[in-house]
């Protein structure tokens, strides 16, 4: 497949200042985009569903698979628009849909062969050198992910759509944090994005772009690069693992950017080293995917954001309380710094065991705190998972409530009336109209019982 994509950043750019004012809407900024999107959710165990082993391509071998095979081959049902409503009513305004891509191209997965007559597994791997996935994606795939999007954007809602386990530690994984990976795959890597760009280009600011999920080396190493490695770590070989971070974020900024259009300024997303977010003091170098990280040379000002992923250990609870403010804290110095909001791509809590009130305390400190930094958030999963998503209805409905809480105060959110709450003689507790700015009446921010609540 010829990739279609400019040479020079001087053509980019001499594009866009062509471009008239009537060709292409103007884009709100990205710190606005993540003021915009408040609360986020991830559509998770859906379109990033894959079999993850080359020596076992358990979907693959059903030779009849649909995109609903994929869909649902993770115990998940078929996504459905009501699904996005519920998240909507409940004060989320943004959803993260991770799509893996590489069982959606042009292998042919002809040597997996399932289950024989008698029942008995009769398999060959699938050799990607022999059956390579290719660059094109197929019609079908793109479809449903385009018809998922469609039900976020026409709730109103901002949808981050992405790369996900085409990265990773699994061996199925083509997409990896070393220059020579880089050199042999960018072309690829861009060709699909410039079909999702074209894909989408003529959608409005309420959907973003990120380039790849949690990119590894290949000695797939978490934490930061050279982590695990066997020959101990290695200086030099760790600043190449971070180079070629930057390279596939600055090849994903130029394929989307080539696209015009809307891509034209487009908010785009760049994660860190296998999207790190720094936390922790057991090493020196953990900090490192952070500081190595680079803002994309771009074409537009404004338009990128980074991410990292955050899952914090609550056995302690005011340690973990104490380790997100310094995580936070970096955050800003590491990558606000360098010129783009940050968005916190996937998070969610480990340890505590089975103290639900330590998970609900610490689910609202952190809303609250990425609220009060400018910092999106997006849960990963949970909340409403498998047979709950198609009624549609919250399974971990005192999570929600806490997010909702610690994010929007406590009054939580409050939707459904299109105008500032009028306050009656009889209501003494109501604050005076005069005293909001025109700005939020027009964004249905109103007051009642003494609260200022958010439409």
Same mark, same amino acid.
């Given at each position: ?17 062509? $471009? ?46 649909? +995109? ?59 050799? +990607? ?51 020579? =990976? ?25 959907? $973003? ?89 771009? =074409?537009?000002?404004?338009? $990128? $954001? ?113 105008? +500032?709450?009028? +306050? ?32």
């Amino acid at each position: 497949m010829r990739i279609r994509r400019f040479t020079s950043i001087l053509l980019l750019t001499f594009l866009v200042k062509s $471009l008239s004012a009537q060709e292409v809407i103007t884009f709100e900024l990205a710190s606005e985009a993540v003021e915009h999107m408040r609360l986020g959710w991830n559509l998770g165990n859906t379109l990033d569903s894959n079999s993850g082993d080359t020596l076992r391509m358990w979907i693959e071998a059903n030779k009849n698979r649909t +995109p609903t095979s994929y869909e649902t081959a993770w115990g998940q049902k078929v996504t459905q628009a009501k699904l996005f409503k519920l998240f909507k009513e409940a004060g989320f305004n943004a959803v993260r849909v991770p799509v893996t891509w590489y069982p959606h191209m042009e292998a042919t997965f002809s040597s997996v062969n399932g289950y024989d007559d008698n029942g008995t597994w009769s398999y060959t791997p699938w050799l +990607p050198s022999n059956d390579d996935i290719g660059t094109k994606i197929q019609k079908t795939w793109m479809r449903r992910v385009r018809q998922i999007v469609d039900y976020i954007v026409k709730q109103g809602m901002y949808c981050i759509l992405n790369i996900h386990h085409d990265t990773g530690a699994s061996n199925t994984a083509w997409l990896i944090a070393d220059e020579e =990976v880089y050199a042999r795959q960018h072309e690829r890597f861009e060709a699909i994005w410039t079909q999702i760009a074209e894909e989408f280009r003529d959608y409005d600011e309420h959907l $973003l772009f990120e380039g790849y999920n949690e990119m590894l080396d290949a000695n797939h190493s978490w934490c930061y690069a050279q982590f695990g490695s066997t020959q101990g770590y290695d200086d030099a070989k760790a600043k190449a693992s971070y180079k070629a971070i930057n390279n596939y974020a600055q090849s994903f900024v130029n394929a989307v950017r080539a696209t015009g259009g809307n891509n034209l300024q487009r908010n785009l997303v760049v994660s860190t080293y296998a999207a790190c977010d720094g936390n922790g003091t057991w090493s020196s170098h953990l900090q490192d995917p952070l500081k190595e990280m680079q803002l994309p040379t771009d =074409v537009v000002d404004g338009h $990128l $954001l980074f991410e990292v992923h955050c899952y914090p250990d609550i056995s302690t609870l005011a340690s973990a309380k104490s380790n997100l403010n310094k995580t936070i804290s970096q955050l800003k110095a590491y990558l606000v710094k360098k010129g783009a909001p940050v968005i916190i791509g996937e998070w969610g809590i480990s340890g505590g065991g089975d103290n639900r009130d330590n998970h609900i305390e610490f689910v609202k400190f952190f809303a609250q705190r990425c609220k009060e930094n400018g910092i999106g958030l997006f849960h990963w999963m949970g909340l409403s998972d498998g047979e709950h998503r198609t009624v549609p209805e919250f399974n971990e409905q005192d999570l929600v409530d806490a997010m909702v809480e610690g994010f929007y105060g406590e009054g939580g959110y409050v939707d459904g009336i299109e105008i +500032p709450y009028a +306050p009656q003689p009889q209501d003494s507790k109501c604050f005076n109209l005069s005293g909001i700015p025109s700005s939020d009446k027009q964004h249905g921010i109103y007051l009642k019982n003494g609260k200022k609540y958010i439409k």
